[in-house]
């Protein structure tokens, strides 16, 4: 495949270096370490000892990890309630697209949370969908991000299909992320008392500051035949309304999280508080899971021991290997470098030829 | 020459080897080869447009061809001398003007690019591009998708176009040089390009050729010119061309010199030229003597005058002008199984892709309208509904299986066609730039002609081997001479009284003989005291012979002492020189040639022989003669050969005792493994002379067959020859032979000679090469019939196997073949293979040989030569190489797998057609075992590397794409994607191809065994692929999952995973490659450490961006422990498998080159010492 360029660049080649020859007396190449590829060098040699070194290191610094992340999990507290199903009225459990689709149904829904351990501030809450494929690909594409930033790109919809303009005009923010914006509310409250809950500072501040343009405001939003989610506040710019910014960071996998708000005060234990939803967002035309979550935080993110656990594997599989490579090297040594082993010096009948 | 012209050879061969001579011939092409003329001619005797000689069949055959071709009117070229304009009024021939240039300014793009497109890999690319640009299937942007075609594209075209440049620039400077041309009976100054056919040019000493020209007239009363053609075949000896007497006497401003020149169409053959002249009413014929090529220069000459015949492009240095022929490396013939492996794989990913795309599309059919994430529907439009950019079920289908080909597109590693061959540029660099390998007498360095076949040096199972020039320096010696049945061989050294060597005085001026030879004192004597004995008469007549009997010219060139003058013989053969210089140093120095006569200085007295007729040596007669009138008007013929081909033309009456003597001692001299040549000579009655005289005369001008009517006359006039005596020429063996080829046989390599000598001259180079021992058993094969060849095979089989089992060893045993208590050696020779080859007896001779560890073909013909090769090649998988230098093994190096050229006395040719050039045979040694070790080892690892790789970095997306509702979203951006093959991850595995180093030099040498490892293929198998493609599952497998259950249900948006992947990705990667690197130098820890830093900056700056989705993902997730946490997990989970066979592997079934590896790692200190003195025996020593 590669014949034509080969012959002709070795051709050219050899071409210049008889120019070369005739140019200089001698040929001979110089020396130095470089072109002799003789340059200093390291050279790691795989010893028993180095092995074993390696995999005690490892099993030493993994299991110690793994227990870290593990006791971070599980000092996260998490409260975990699915409400899809509990928060549509009875008399609609058959036909939950109706109640959704239909306006005048009451959508509110209290539902009640034990706080299992004293949940220290800040509390974040966030509402977690399932099975919502918020990285397909034709979700993901159906947005444009200049026209997020400016006020002069508000035009640029070409990517936005079918969410990108009305009669009125293109329509901001366009596309389907903007579109299918998530539009249940949380209302908390503690012994009858209401819970603050501070929307701010969910969303990244690089998004605020430049990403989500302060110039840019909400036009002919949700105004079409077919309504996605949450309306937006037509006379904040973007760079404010950080509901969508959380939103519009498309989550990387089918169940995720998204960050509601923040409670900024401790939750005591064995308490129960009121949660008042109001269930807008149809997730039951695809079978698609609603969660309320209230976690606190630690290092390692939200409650999760995957990571904790896999670390205290593989150290523990490396301390394995490390006592397994003792044992061979106490029972089956072989020296290393002799050259008795050379496969022609191991076979009998072998010898240099003459 | 490319494989066409080798089947040309083969029809030619087939076409004339009916009888069994004529499949033989130049079968002494060495033996005798060197008392060859080649282009010589003598004007007034007519011209012989046949070239025989050493250069071998290649030519020899061609030019037979050629001259058994009438040049018909259709087929020739009308050249109106001293007439441009009739000349060119009728047939366009080109003008002089030469474009190496292949491009002008307008059709560069569209050339380029259509050149560039040649490549399958770019194909590949550019369809790949094409399909991202439908808006459907638009996976990439479409400006990234582009990128990395336009790059590679850019680049190349940016290399193409410089050096097109250099090729106008140095087309310009060429055409615009400046030569005299005769314009109105006047010479002018007139540039090249300006030249046309038919003009008439003058050529000055020193200057190049224009084009191509027929002589006229030279400076030289004789009409010769001598010229240089180093830029031809590269060829540093003169040349002589000769001017016809008849235009010779013409001085082209006053005579009106004019005629016509009738010459075949422009063709290739820088060696054969036919024409005829007509002038004054007269009809000359022209051969390859008359004519000198553009290109070459003029030599001692004051001047030349010739008329142009072939401009420009049509010039055949111009018509040859093109590279060598291309192989393709054995490794990468595996590695394109291994690729359709890959694509199958790719096709199997792309169709699991698309069957769930089906599947989920099919089972959400109902949903789909108002999905969120997916809205069919499509409202925006006034009130109608239609589908919004969903063609229906079964096109989409369609369009997920080829945005998946786009998305795993990098699965067929195209990339790692280019990194092989920027790997091959920087292994060829090292090759060249190897100061072991350098050539201090010659001056050359090794050349590495081919560039895509550097892995397969490291390889080679067969190495056939040419042997003059090869083996030996092809520098001869005179050793010995039989006169007359007495055998004078006591030259010994240079006797302190003739120091100086003779010499003779002439107008006070002291003549000398460049060379020294050794002299006989005894011989001296009788040679001095002149004819007065009878032994004096046949001593001065053998050495009238030597000194007569050749093509030599003799050059005198001046000394820093004006009364000493030093005399040179130029000629093309060796052996030719060797006796000439031998002549000389016994009192007959040829003094001077001349087209008419030669003058012989004898003892101190001139004489002058007219050079009546001379038949040129050719490799059926194998012989040459001369015809020559003494001063006293006899006229006798002398004539030197091989001995077969001479005793069959000796008068076996006469002298019975001498022939037998002289027999003797030709077999003596041959078993020292010294040339020999016989001598013989006859008087010619006038009635003799007269008769041969008319029939030469015709001959020599025959338009049709010439050249076999000319071997007729000569073979007419060589018989009932009285022998004089015979000559012993020593072959010097070439430096560290014995010991290079003892390497490669301890290497596991088989060494065959094929040689075209005499078999016990090459036995006896067999035993002093050490190719041949005492110990072995030969079977020596030489057979006159098909049906004694059959037995004696048999015979040899039964033979061999019964001393292989005896011995308890197979040959078959890698490293240690041959190495059995009676090795066996097989002798064949060329006669025998003539019955062998091509027939179904190949097989048994197959099986004969590779029970012998030694095989040794003399006498054969450099087209049994290739078949040899050929019946190895066909009938195993091993990798063959041959080497050689002359014409003669051109065809065998081109027909071997590996071809190397010597670039030593015979000319360039071999070279020409060799894959790698280099000055000695020693140095096949570092070439193979260590250079070629290292590039196997180094491209296998590189090959597998880059298939892992990239299917790690596919698989990790492949993974995601399950999760996303098999709509190959990304996580990782489309500019990561790009990026990932050409600046994270290529320069490591470049490097490591180019640098890294498996065993120092001194281990592959010390420990030739060592280059086994390449012979079993232990660096580049199935296995292996197989083994790194479970790697490779395992690996994306851990770089995926580990991120996505850490992060299952948490607030991760894809970006900042994506980029999580990508860093993992590609530290995991590199680390691979460190873990696998066995020698770091400064220069790997840039690389490595340097790509992964290098990955970060993209990363970062790709997530700079504002306009981008990912926008400060990378500055979000680093601030988290858990990127760090996954990060460590990933890298060391999935790199403790491949540690943990690794390790295994190492340590309880080590390969030899571990061993070594640690051996050299713990044992350098103590043996160092043995070591260097081992090596210099081996390498250091060419220093003289």
């Known amino acids: ?354 | 020459m490319d494989s066409e012209s080798v089947e040309t050879f083969y029809s030619v061969e087939s076409a004339l080897s009916s009888s069994s001579i004529r499949s033989n011939f130049s079968i002494q092409s060495k033996a005798s080869g060197r008392n060859s003329i080649r282009e010589v001619n003598f004007g007034d005797l007519g011209s012989k447009p046949v070239r025989y000689g050493s250069h071998g069949a290649g030519s020899e055959t061609y030019s037979i061809s050629m001259s058994q071709r009438e040049i018909n009117d259709e087929d020739a070229r009308l050249v109106h001398i001293n007439d441009p304009v009739q000349t060119n009024e009728r047939f366009e021939f080109s003008g002089n003007s030469i474009r190496t240039g292949k491009y002008s300014i307008l059709t560069f793009l569209p050339r380029n690019l259509f050149e560039q497109f040649h490549r399958v890999a770019y194909i590949y690319f550019l369809v790949i591009a094409v399909l991202n640009q439908l808006p459907q299937l638009a996976v990439f942007g479409r400006g990234v998708s582009i990128l990395p075609l336009a790059f590679v594209l850019l680049v190349t075209a940016v290399k193409d176009a410089y050096e097109d440049y250099r090729r106008h620039r140095s087309d310009r400077i060429e055409n615009n040089r400046l030569a005299s041309v005769l314009v109105n009976d006047q010479f002018q100054q007139k540039k090249w390009k300006k030249i046309e056919v038919g003009e008439i040019i003058k050529i000055y000493a020193n200057e190049t050729i224009p084009c191509d020209i027929v002589l006229l007239s030279t400076s030289d009363p004789t009409g010769v010119a001598y010229v240089q053609t180093i830029n031809l075949d590269g060829e540093s000896n003169l040349k002589t061309r000769y001017a016809k007497q008849e235009t010779l006497i013409k001085i082209p401003e006053k005579d009106n010199l004019t005629g016509l020149i009738k010459c075949e169409k422009p063709n290739r053959n820088i060696y054969g030229f036919q024409a005829n002249m007509e002038v004054d009413g007269k009809r000359l014929s022209l051969g390859p003597s008359n004519i000198i090529l553009r290109g070459c220069e003029l030599k001692n000459t004051a001047w030349a005058v010739g008329v142009a015949v072939y401009a420009g492009r049509e010039t055949k240095v111009m018509l040859n002008s093109s590279g060598a022929p291309s192989k393709r490396s054995r490794l990468e013939t595996h590695m394109n199984l291994e690729i359709i492996f890959l694509s199958l794989f790719l096709i199997a990913l792309c169709t699991v892709v698309s069957v769930c795309a089906a599947v989920w599309l099919r089972r959400h059919r109902d949903e789909l309208d108002y999905l969120p994430f997916y809205r069919r529907k499509n409202f925006s439009e006034d009130g109608e509904e239609e589908n919004y950019n969903y063609s229906g079920w079964g096109l989409e289908i369609c369009f997920t299986f080829l945005m998946s080909v786009i998305v795993f597109q990098i699965m067929i590693p195209i990339s790692l066609y280019i990194s092989m061959e920027l790997v091959r540029v920087g292994q060829a660099y090292f090759m060249i730039r190897d100061t072991q390998m350098y050539d201090e007498s010659s001056n050359s360095r090794f050349q590495c002609r081919a560039l895509n076949i550097n892995e397969d040096l490291g390889q080679i199972k067969y190495v056939f081997s040419d042997k003059t020039g090869t083996l030996t320096e092809n520098k001869m010696e005179f050793q010995c001479a039989s006169i007359w049945g007495v055998d004078y061989s006591g030259g010994k050294a240079i006797s302190q009284d003739q120091k100086d060597g003779y010499f003779v005085k002439v107008d006070r001026k002291v003549l000398r003989p460049k060379m020294k030879v050794k002299t006989d004192p005894e011989l001296l004597q009788l040679a001095r005291n002149g004819k007065e004995t009878e032994e004096g008469s046949h001593v001065h007549d053998f050495f009238l012979a030597l000194a007569a009997c050749n093509t030599i010219v003799p050059l005198i060139v001046d000394t820093d002492d004006p009364f000493v003058k030093l005399i040179g013989y130029q000629g093309e053969s060796p052996d030719e020189q060797a006796l000439v210089y031998a002549a000389a140093s016994y009192g007959f120095m040829l003094i001077e040639r001349t087209s008419g006569h030669i003058m012989i200085d004898i003892q101190g007295e001139r004489q002058r022989f007219n050079v009546l007729g001379l038949h040129e040596f050719d490799s059926d007669r194998k012989r040459m003669s001369v015809i020559l009138g003494f001063p006293d008007k006899s006229v006798k013929i002398f004539v030197k050969g091989a001995d077969t081909s001479m005793f069959s033309v000796v008068d076996r009456s006469m002298n019975k005792n001498v022939i037998r003597t002289t027999e003797a001692h030709l077999y003596s001299y041959s078993s020292l493994g010294l040339r020999t040549l016989v001598i013989g000579m006859r008087d010619l009655s006038t009635s003799e002379f007269e008769e041969w005289h008319s029939a030469f005369e015709v001959a020599s001008t025959a338009l049709m067959g010439r050249a076999s009517l000319l071997r007729k006359v000569a073979s007419n006039i060589e018989n009932n020859l009285c022998i004089l005596g015979a000559s012993g020429i020593e072959d010097k063996l070439q430096q560290g032979v014995p010991e290079a080829i003892e390497s490669l046989r301890t290497a596991g390599i088989k060494v065959w000679v094929l040689t075209g000598d005499k078999q016990e001259t090459a036995i006896s180079i067999g035993y002093s090469s050490k190719l041949l021992t005492n110990k072995m058993t030969q079977i020596i094969i030489n057979s006159r019939s098909k049906e004694s060849c059959r037995k004696s095979l048999e015979d040899g089989i039964i033979m061999s196997k019964k001393l292989t089992t005896i011995s308890g060893t197979t040959n078959y045993t890698g490293g240690t073949s041959g190495a059995g208590l009676t090795p066996v050696a097989l002798i064949i020779d060329g006669t025998s293979l003539v019955y062998i080859l091509d027939s179904e007896l190949e097989e048994s001779l197959f099986q004969l040989a590779c029970n012998c560890s030694v095989v040794l073909c003399c006498r054969v013909a450099p087209l049994q030569k290739a078949g040899i090769v050929s019946l190895v090649k066909k009938r195993t998988a091993d990798m063959t190489l041959a080497i050689g230098d002359g014409a003669n093994d051109v065809s065998m190096i081109q027909m071997a797998d590996v071809g190397v050229g010597i670039s030593g006395q015979e000319g360039r040719q071999a070279v020409m057609a060799s894959d790698f050039a280099m000055g000695q045979f020693r140095f096949l040694v570092p070439l193979l075992l260590v250079h070629g070790h290292w590039n196997y080892q180094r491209m296998g690892y590189m090959v597998l590397y880059n298939f892992y790789r990239n299917a790690v970095f596919v698989l990790v997306l492949f993974w995601y794409v399950l999760f996303t509702c098999f709509t190959l979203t990304t996580a990782i951006t489309d500019w990561s994607s790009v990026l990932y093959s050409i600046v994270y991850t290529s320069l490591p595995t470049i490097l490591v191809g180019i640098l890294d180093k498996d065993l120092s030099r001194r281990s592959l040498l010390k420990y030739p065994q060592l280059y086994g490892a390449g012979q079993r293929q232990e660096c580049y198998n199935k296995k292996l692929f197989w083994i790194t493609m479970i790697d490779t599952f395992w690996q994306s497998a851990v770089t995926f999952f580990i991120p996505l259950l850490a992060y299952w249900s948490s607030t991760i948006d894809a970006s900042s995973i994506g980029d999580l992947w990508t860093l993992a990705v590609v530290i995991l990667v590199n680390l691979h490659l460190a873990m696998d690197v066995m020698r770091w130098n400064w220069l790997t820890h840039a690389a490595i450490w340097g790509s992964i830093i290098a990955t970060f900056i993209c990363v970062i700056v790709i997530d700079s961006l504002p306009f981008l989705v990912g926008y400060w993902a990378i500055f979000e997730i680093m601030k988290t422990g858990l990127f760090w946490l996954c990060l460590l997990a990933i890298i060391v989970a999935a790199l403790i498998p491949r540690f943990v066979v690794k390790v295994l592997y190492q340590l309880y079934v080590p390969s030899d080159v571990q061993i070594a590896r640690e051996i050299e790692k713990f044992q350098t200190q103590t043996e160092s010492g043995a070591v260097e003195i081992e090596m210099n025996s081996i390498l250091d020593t060419p220093r003289r």
């Open chain 1, 1 to 354: 495949m590669d014949a034509n360029g080969a012959t002709t660049s070795s051709a050219d080649g050899g071409g210049s270096n008889s120019k070369a020859s005739s140019k200089k007396n001698s040929r001979k190449p110089k020396y130095s370490r470089f072109t002799q590829q003789e340059l200093p060098a390291c050279k790691p040699v795989l010893t028993p000892g180095l092995v074993i070194a390696t995999f005690t290191i490892i099993g030493v610094v993994f299991i110690p990890l793994g227990l870290v992340s593990l006791s971070a999990s599980e000092h996260v507290v998490e409260i975990v309630d699915r409400y899809d199903d509990s928060c549509v009225p009875p008399n609609y459990s058959n036909d939950k697209l109706k109640f959704i689709q239909n306006a005048d149904t009451n959508k509110s829904c209290i539902r009640i949370l034990p706080v299992p351990k004293l949940m220290k501030k800040p509390v974040y809450i966030y509402y977690q969908l399932d099975n919502y494929y918020q990285n397909h690909r034709r979700y993901v594409k159906s947005r444009s991000d200049k026209q997020l930033r400016s006020k002069s790109a508000a035009n640029d919809i070409s990517d936005c299909t079918p969410e990108d303009k009305t009669k009125d005009g293109p329509i901001v923010p366009c596309g389907l992320v903007a579109w299918s914006l998530f539009n249940d509310t949380y209302g908390f409250s503690l012994d009858s008392k209401m819970i603050q809950v501070n929307k701010h500072n969910i969303a990244w501040k690089s998004d605020k500051d430049h990403k989500f343009g302060d110039d840019v405001y909400p036009k002919n939003f949700q105004t079409g035949g077919l309504i996605g989610g949450a309306k937006l506040n037509s006379s904040l710019p973007l760079s404010e309304q950080e509901d969508l910014m959380v939103w519009m960071r498309t989550a990387a996998l089918p169940t995720f999280r998204k960050l509601y708000g923040k409670i900024d005060e401790d939750l005591p234990a064995n308490k129960k508080i009121q949660v008042e939803i109001q269930n807008n967002y149809n997730t039951y035309s695809f079978g698609g899971k609603k969660k309320l979550v209230l976690s606190t935080t630690s290092w390692i993110g939200g409650k999760n021991d995957f990571l904790g656990i896999a670390y205290i594997i593989v150290g523990g599989l490396c301390l394995f290997l490390a006592v397994f490579f003792i044992l061979l090297y106490v029972i089956k040594p072989r020296p290393l470098g002799d050259p008795s082993y050379l496969s022609w010096n191991r076979t009998p009948s072998g010898g240099q030829p003459n």
